[in-house]
C-alpha cells in the first residue's frame, strides 16, 4: 500500500451575511480550495476540493482516469496544504501519460469535473457482481443519510456520497462517508477508500449513494470500483441511463424518505411495496 500523509484544512469558514429583514449575521459556508496534483514531479491537474481526504481523493482519481491499475502501483502521496500541493511518486511511472492525457473531456459533475481520454472505453469488459438488494435495506440505507452528520447540514452547497455494505438481515452498513464541492471528487474519494482496505473486508455486496445526479461518468465510476447498486437522491441522466442498462447496473434515483424510482436493473432489485406505506393515486 502507497504511503499516504494525513494533512487536514478546515472545512468550513464563517462568514457576514445581511438576510431579508436586513439583519447582520455570520453563517458557514465550505472552504474550497484548489490542490494541484503532481505525478512524478510532472504537472496533472488542479482539483477544486473541500479537502476532507485529499490523499485518498488524488488515489481514487488516479484510479478512475485508469492511469494507474491499483493502489500498489504509487509509493507514496503526499499532500501540502501550505502550497496547496499533492505531490505522487509512483514505482514505476504512468505509461504513455502524456498520450493518455491529451483527451481531455469536461463532465456534468459540477466543479466542472473532467476526465482523461474516452468515457466509454472498457466499460464493456466490466464484469459486476451478482447483488441483489431489498426495498428494506433501501429504506435503511435512506434513513442512515438522513441521520449522518454533515457539513451539507451545517454549511451547505457540498456533495455527499457514501458506500455501504448489505447485512443478511436485510440492514445496511456504511463504510465510508464523503463530502467534497463536487460529487465526482467524493466518488474519487471513496474509490481511493476502497482501494486501500484489504479485499475481504468489503466481500459483502456494496451499494453506493450520492446526493447528485446519476450521470455518466458516476455510473461508469461506480461500476470500474465493483458497485453494482447505486442510489442517488437526485434523478438520472439519458446517457447514465443507457450505461446502466449497457453494464448491468442497477439505478436507484429520487430516493427520499419512502419514495423512489427504479431507472435500469429492477432484476436487482426486491421490491416489498407494503412497506411503502398507501399509494398516492
Known amino acids: 500500500m502507497p504511503r499516504l500523509t494525513a494533512a487536514h484544512a478546515p472545512l468550513t469558514r464563517e462568514v457576514a451575511v445581511i438576510d431579508e429583514h436586513g439583519e447582520h449575521g455570520t453563517v458557514s459556508i465550505p472552504a474550497e480550495r484548489d490542490l494541484t496534483v503532481y505525478v512524478d514531479r510532472r504537472e496533472l491537474v488542479t482539483l477544486m476540493t473541500l479537502g476532507a481526504h485529499p490523499e485518498l481523493l488524488v488515489l481514487g482519481y488516479l484510479l478512475n482516469q485508469r492511469l494507474i491499475e491499483s493502489a500498489s502501483d504509487v509509493e507514496s502521496i503526499t499532500v501540502d496544504w501550505e502550497v496547496n500541493a499533492a505531490a505522487v511518486r509512483t514505482h514505476a511511472g504512468i505509461d504513455r501519460i502524456e498520450e493518455r492525457t491529451a483527451k481531455k473531456v469536461v463532465t456534468t459533475g459540477c466543479g466542472q469535473g473532467s476526465v482523461f481520454g474516452d468515457l466509454m ?67 474519487d474519494t471513496i474509490a481511493g477508500w476502497i482501494a486501500m482496505q484489504p479485499t475481504p473486508s468489503l466481500a459483502q455486496g456494496r451499494v453506493f449513494y450520492t446526493t447528485g445526479r446519476l450521470t455518466s461518468e458516476m455510473v461508469i465510476k461506480s461500476a470500474q470500483m465493483g458497485v453494482p447498486i447505486v442510489v442517488s437522491r437526485s434523478g438520472i441522466t439519458q446517457m447514465g441511463h443507457a450505461v446502466a442498462q449497457r453494464v448491468g447496473l442497477c439505478a436507484i ?19 416489498q411495496p407494503e412497506l411503502a406505506g398507501p399509494s398516492r393515486e
Open 253 to 271: 434515483g429520487r430516493a427520499t424518505n419512502r419514495r423512489f424510482l427504479c431507472y435500469a436493473g429492477e432484476g436487482r432489485l426486491e421490491l
Open 121 to 187: 472505453a472498457g466499460i464493456d469488459a466490466l464484469k459486476l457482481p451478482d447483488t441483489r438488494f431489498t426495498q428494506a435495506q433501501l429504506y435503511a440505507l435512506v434513513n442512515a443519510i438522513r441521520l449522518q452528520e454533515s457539513t451539507y447540514k451545517s454549511a451547505g452547497s457540498v456533495h455527499g456520497c457514501a458506500l455501504f455494505t448489505l447485512e443478511a438481515d436485510e440492514g445496511v452498513t456504511m463504510q465510508c462517508f464523503v463530502e467534497d464541492v463536487g460529487r465526482h471528487n467524493a466518488i
